[in-house]
């Protein structure tokens, strides 16, 4: 049968406990650091899920702080990382 991929997102807001479960192929979210995923997807497949842990920890403020509704901090750093033009959000 055909294997399909397991994608996760929200925000990173779970994104430890979906590692966890081992059932995660990868994410699929808009968080302002995808490199932090990647290095939790990759800490995940060497079985080392202390590390995936800390670094979520360590993060956790900002992804949390980030989910607010109302507050442009996704776009406003992922503008002055030079991914974004700027982080003017529209009004709703």
């Keep these: 049968s055909e294997r399909v991929a397991i994608l996760v997102g929200l925000g990173a807001l779970y994104s430890f406990f979906d590692l966890e479960t081992g059932a995660v192929d990868g994410?699929?979210?808009?968080?302002?650091?995808?490199?932090?995923?990647?290095?939790?997807?990759?800490?995940?497949?060497?079985?080392?899920?202390?590390?995936?842990?800390?670094?979520?920890?360590?993060?956790?403020?900002?992804?949390?702080?980030e989910q607010q509704p109302g507050v442009a901090v996704r776009k406003e750093i992922l503008g002055l990382r030079g991914l974004m033009g700027e982080g003017v959000v529209r009004h709703p």
């Design 27 to 65: 994410f699929m979210t808009g968080w302002a650091f995808p490199e932090l995923l990647m290095a939790m997807l990759a800490a995940q497949e060497r079985d080392d899920l202390d590390l995936a842990f800390d670094l979520y920890r360590k993060w956790l403020p900002l992804i949390v702080f």
